[in-house]
């Protein structure tokens, strides 16, 4: 069992890490106390080809395997999750769905958008968020297009985005549509004043028959929980990774705090107490780590990676939101002012909790397998 990373995989992550120091780690608090997206970031984050990621070379893309693709989102998290949450959205939900499911034509007409522009995906509706089946947007079949209605709501990246998926409902089930922003009928909302991540813009986003052609269905009739469920396993393991960089990044300002501050006449870090925190954090993301590479290890060989993805973004939501609050203990009440990067970190990390669906629900699905053959039926 070799645990290392390959020549190419350590190139690309001193590639991301350099990019992740040199150019976001600035724009991270700007972005959290204004509520605005960094624009400028990424555009530089596209000419570095980090919006076409795991777009095979053949589409246009920079074809990383998700090992790297990790890798990516783990250093840029270390600074500011608000653009790793932007650009797993982006990648995991709207480029790789295309790639996966999307037609020849579908993709030469939008993955070229997508390298330079934002896309999102709209699942969540204000009376349906576990329960994505129940969506009540609907696509009315005429003639060779559809009409769409409804409302969407925490629509990551939609406030940026040149490009949504929509789960709607059909005559065939529940389906998945590519449609313009910029279409007549579509109407974004006003960013989410949101507890942290306040990098990303969330917004409400309103269809109101909205014209789609029939060849902007991604997928068949009724295939759209289908398309979601993969484009949600892949993003689960990007919130991972994005976990993982920010447990590290707390641990990072945590340590620095403590190593500074003086108390009883010496630093702080000299004391048990604190030390725990610091051992506690650093066996859970070494823990976390083996799970991302392990996932990324059967997506690699084309095995089923869904349940190993699953268990890697809980447990990553966990730790990472157990670490932020160990260190902001650590740097006491300084801690809680939001002068320090730490309360970003702190707020930030609750996301976690809720993109890529909420810890309860995936409970359900490991509770699922665990019980699988015992003849019971668990469900949420
Ligand atoms: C920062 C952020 C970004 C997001 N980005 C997107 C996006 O880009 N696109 C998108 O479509 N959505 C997005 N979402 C929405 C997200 O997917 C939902 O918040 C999530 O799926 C939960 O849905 P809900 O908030 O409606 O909670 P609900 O489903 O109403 O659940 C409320 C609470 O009840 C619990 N619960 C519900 N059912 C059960 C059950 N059967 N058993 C036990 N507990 C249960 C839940 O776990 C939760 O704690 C985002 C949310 C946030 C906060």
């Given at each position: 069992m070799d645990f290392s990373l390959t020549e190419e995989q350590t190139m690309f992550r001193d590639l991301f890490r350099d990019f992740a120091q040199k150019e976001v780690a600035k724009v991270a608090q700007h972005a959290d106390e204004?509520?605005?997206?960094?624009?400028?970031?990424?555009?530089?984050?596209?000419?570095?080809?980090?919006?076409?990621?795991?777009?095979?070379?053949?589409?246009?893309?920079?074809?990383?395997?998700?090992?790297?693709?990790?890798?990516?989102?783990?250093?840029?998290?270390?600074?500011c999750l608000s653009t790793a949450v932007t650009l797993a959205v982006h990648n995991s939900l709207v480029n790789a769905t295309l790639v996966k499911y999307g037609s020849a034509e579908q993709q030469e007409k939008w993955l070229p958008i997508l390298a330079e522009n934002l896309g999102g995906f709209a699942a969540t509706e204000p009376d349906a968020g576990s329960d994505a089946a129940r969506v009540t947007t609907r696509a009315t079949r005429q003639g060779e297009s559809y009409l769409l209605s409804g409302v969407k709501t925490w629509v990551s990246n939609a406030g940026q985005a040149k490009v949504l998926l929509v789960l709607a409902q059909t005559a065939g089930g529940p389906s998945i549509f590519i449609i313009d922003p910029a279409a007549p009928g579509v109407k974004i909302g006003l960013r989410e004043p949101t507890t942290g991540l306040r990098g990303v813009a969330i917004n409400t986003v309103y269809f109101d028959l909205v014209e789609v052609a029939d060849a902007d269905r991604v997928g068949a009739e009724g295939e759209g929980l289908i398309i979601a469920q993969a484009a949600n396993t892949h993003l689960?393991?990007?919130?991972?990774?994005?976990?993982?960089?920010?447990?590290?990044?707390?641990?990072?300002?945590?340590?620095?705090?403590?190593?500074?501050?003086?108390?009883?006449?010496?630093?702080?870090?000299?004391?048990?107490?604190?030390?725990?925190?610091?051992?506690?954090c650093e066996i859970e993301q070494e823990a976390l780590r083996h799970l991302i590479e392990y996932a990324a290890w059967l997506a690699g060989e084309g095995k089923a990676y869904a349940p190993a993805a699953l268990k890697a973004k809980l447990f990553g939501a966990k730790i990472a939101r157990t670490a932020a609050n160990l260190m902001l203990q650590v740097h006491g009440g300084y801690g809680f002012s939001d002068e320090y990067a730490i309360s970003r970190l702190y707020r930030d990390a609750k996301a976690l909790d809720f993109l890529g669906g909420t810890p309860q629900l995936g409970r359900v699905v490991i509770a699922q397998q665990v019980f699988a053959g015992a003849g019971l039926t668990i469900k949420p």
């Open positions: 204004r509520e605005e997206p960094p624009v400028a970031l990424l555009k530089k984050a596209a000419a570095q080809g980090f919006l076409a990621a795991t777009v095979p070379e053949d589409l246009g893309g920079a074809a990383l395997d998700l090992l790297s693709y990790s890798l990516l989102l783990e250093e840029l998290a270390k600074e689960q393991l990007a919130l991972a990774a994005a976990a993982l960089g920010l447990a590290e990044g707390a641990s990072a300002l945590g340590r620095s705090f403590a190593i500074e501050r003086k108390q009883f006449g010496v630093s702080i870090a000299t004391k048990q107490g604190l030390g725990n925190y610091f051992a506690d």
